[in-house]
């Protein structure tokens, strides 16, 4: 199948794939994880990105606007946002950026060269970012309809949502306790790992609730609570990945 024939196929292809998310995202929408209701009433944010390799092919700007377009409506958005591009060392990208009054939403087809031989033909990549300061409930919906998206599309996504929150008084001295047995029990999840380093409590778990995993020690981990304490203010900041916190603390 040639580049043109293929974009034109996925356009089509998406068009089909809006409806009939809708028709089984209700089935999938029972996954949800309810578990993050511990921290719900101290959310300062949740981040859901996703990131995956589409095909080795050329695209032009209005096919890459066209195809932007077609996701943008998958997620629900329709209309306010704008397109920006970049470029860097060996990549372009043509960006679609949605601001709105809960959300603010960034899709991204990213081109990768090998080398400096503008005849190559580049890598193409998907990226999706969600920042939202809704409830956790709403988030954890975002999470699985992006995880829907990728699918649905045929593209291997990785997948994260990583919730920040915030709560008075000292958890990491009780190593978490409190917060991340709440969030491990509420979704039959196993404590894998527990770390404590440089004031930091680190613990990994695993439930059988949620599909994607990563290993660690040779065990399936796929969701992660960071909690570090700040005596000046007395609060604990949390961070909640799924399945792994990927932002630094």
Known sequence: MSGKIKVSFMIVIWSIVAIQMYVNYRQYENKAV????????????????????????KLGDVSRKRMLENLA????????????SGA?????????????????????????????DENAVPEQYIAIEIETAESTKKAIDLYHKVQKAYDE????????????????????????RGIYEDIFRQVSAKKVDE??????????????KEDEHLVLKGEKVNLQVVLSYDESKDKTYIKIGMPIVNSSY
């Open 195 to 208: 770390v404590m380093e440089n004031g930091i409590c680190t613990v990994y778990g695993y439930t059988k």
């Open 73 to 84: 409506g998958e997620l629900g958005i329709t209309d306010g946002y704008t397109f920006s």
């Open 34 to 57: 309810t578990a993050f209701s511990v921290v719900d009433d101290s959310v300062s944010k949740e981040t859901i990105k996703g990131y995956g390799y589409f095909e080795t092919m």
């Open 153 to 176: 599309m045929g593209v291997n996504g990785q997948v994260t949502i990583e919730i920040e929150a915030e709560k008075r008084g000292n958890y990491v001295s009780t190593k978490g």
């Open 88 to 116: 860097g060392d060996g990549y372009t990208k043509m960006i679609l950026t949605k601001k709105g009054k809960h959300a603010t939403t960034t899709l991204q087809i990213v081109s990768l060269m090998d080398g400096d």
